[in-house]
């Protein structure tokens, strides 16, 4: 392949796959053919990519890739574009970008829609570009479009300190909201506290319902982001204010709750979530635009930078998922392709 700039591009590249669905030992090193683009499409040489949970649950077989998507892992990623399609700006040739893909960032090369891409600023690290997108565009759009989180509310996030809690944290903080998390140790509600949050609480030690009314004297959350689901929804219903929103992003406590919608009436509760990987294309574009417009800014002035936790080669993306799998993680962990 030749991209647009001429530059030559490799027929085939290092990506990583599996087999068949498992743990984290399935995944390996092969050859495969580089992606072809669509008309607006960008190929972009990968220098990091992000390691999310949907990541864990694509490879444990829960977790399909939409269709048309790229079947390797792998949902963010920066580096340079060395190639575009015929209906995408020529200019984006050489640019350096963090991008939101449905898959195949775990790979030496990478498409993705250019409306997708953010340009990664002088002066940030492609290693805090990569570790960006898929969290950022993911909480921008449930805890500020569907949760309507404003200046003055109080905003409950458990798993404080994952990729999906840190960014939540800074970003509720920037926009002047008060801050809960719940973490599973004291080092990890250390570490949130650090990072901004105004109450961290060990929900092991510490029912987090009464922490959380005790704290607000009574009056609940505004909202709370929740990626448990299960018996959380209940107990996260009692902790919730008047006209209080619930956002679900996750459901790895199980996918059904038994909750009294007696309550939800009484209290004008609303119960909403999102997955943003199916999304369509037009969708993902003006959510991008939001972000470059509001979000985007405190990252590329350095007022903001994501927490980073461990870097590893892609060679060792089992090691990468089974440190997320065991709950190690503070912050971001991310993939090292082509560095820079």
Not at 98 to 116: D, I, M
Not at 226 to 235: E, H, I, L, Q, W
Not at 253 to 259: F, Y
Request: include cysteine.
């Amino acid at each position: 392949m030749v991209g647009a700039s001429g530059a030559d591009v490799p027929e085939t590249m290092r990506a990583i796959g599996f087999d068949a669905p498992g743990g984290p030992d399935v995944l390996r090193l092969e050859t495969v053919p580089v992606p072809r683009l669509r008309p607006d499409d960008v190929l972009i040489r990968v220098a990091y990519a992000g390691v999310n949970r949907p990541d864990c649950l694509q490879r444990a077989g829960a977790y399909p890739p939409p269709p048309g998507a790229s079947p390797l892992l792998g949902l963010e990623i920066s580096g340079e574009v060395v190639a575009v399609g015929n209906e995408v700006p020529r200019e984006m040739i050489g640019q350096y970008v963090a991008a939101l893909t449905p898959g195949g960032g775990y790979a030496e090369y990478c498409a993705a829609h250019w409306q997708h891409c953010l340009p990664v600023p002088e002066g940030m690290l492609l290693a805090e570009a990569a570790a960006l997108p898929e969290t950022l565009f993911t909480v921008w759009h449930n805890l500020f479009e569907r949760g309507l989180a404003r200046d003055g509310e109080c905003v409950l996030i458990h798993g404080g300190t994952s990729g999906i809690g840190t960014m939540a944290i800074m970003l509720a903080k920037a926009f002047g909201m008060q801050v809960i998390v719940t973490c599973g140790d004291k080092a990890k509600c250390d570490a949130a506290t650090r990072i901004g949050a105004d109450l961290a609480i060990n929900y092991r030690e510490t029912d987090y319902v009464e922490a959380v009314l005790a704290h607000t004297g009574g009056k609940g959350a505004h909202v709370v982001l929740d990626m448990v689901s299960g018996d959380y929804v209940a107990r996260n219903l009692k902790c919730l204010a008047e006209d209080g929103r619930h956002v679900t992003i996750a459901v790895l406590g199980g996918a059904k709750a038994d909750i009294n919608m007696a309550v939800v009436m009484m209290r004008r509760l609303t119960l909403t979530g999102s997955t943003l990987r199916p999304r369509s294309d037009s969708f993902k574009s003006a959510l991008a635009d939001e972000i470059a417009n509001n979000a985007w800014p405190l990252f590329a002035d350095g007022e903001l930078s994501p927490v980073m936790d461990m870097t590893f080669p892609l060679a060792d993306a089992a090691a990468a998922h089974a440190r997320m799998e065991a709950g190690a993680h503070i912050g971001k962990i991310v993939l090292e392709v082509a560095g820079g």
